[in-house]
């Protein structure tokens, strides 16, 4: 029986939802936050490792693949190019999630970094 993360009422969670399961219930460790606000897109093994491994993770924690989740499409047509670019594909949507919570706690960091300590 597969078991996944699901949203209250017990439904595949969207894209937004997951984002805020992540953030709000504190899910990913403080080195992998670290590595993403100070790792750069592109540089460094243990940033491309981490990204790889954190998108695997949304993806089968969040059931991203299972043929019962209405919020992905599972087998889209490649573009022109032969790529396949539909933003609901699991891959590009946890894409999406992982950069999104990158933005998130490079901003949480600079706001932080920033604030004066009284």
């Known amino acids: 029986m597969e078991k996944f993360i699901k949203n209250r009422n017990g439904f595949f969670m969207t894209e937004y939802e997951i984002f805020n399961d992540i953030v709000g219930n504190n899910k990913l460790d403080q080195e992998t936050i670290e590595l993403m606000v100070n790792g750069s897109k592109g540089e460094g093994l243990d940033y491309h490792f981490m990204n790889v491994e954190l998108c695997r993770w949304i993806r089968n924690a969040y059931g991203l693949w299972s043929k019962k989740n209405s919020n992905v499409i599972l087998n889209p047509l490649p573009n022109a190019e032969g790529i396949i670019d539909h933003p609901s594909f699991p891959d590009n949507l946890s ?20 604030t004066p300590i009284v």
């Not at 999406?96 to 920033?114: A, G, N, P, Q, W």
């Open 95 to 114: 894409g999406r999630i992982f950069d999104r919570l990158v933005t998130y706690y490079k901003c949480v960091s600079e706001i932080r970094d920033k």
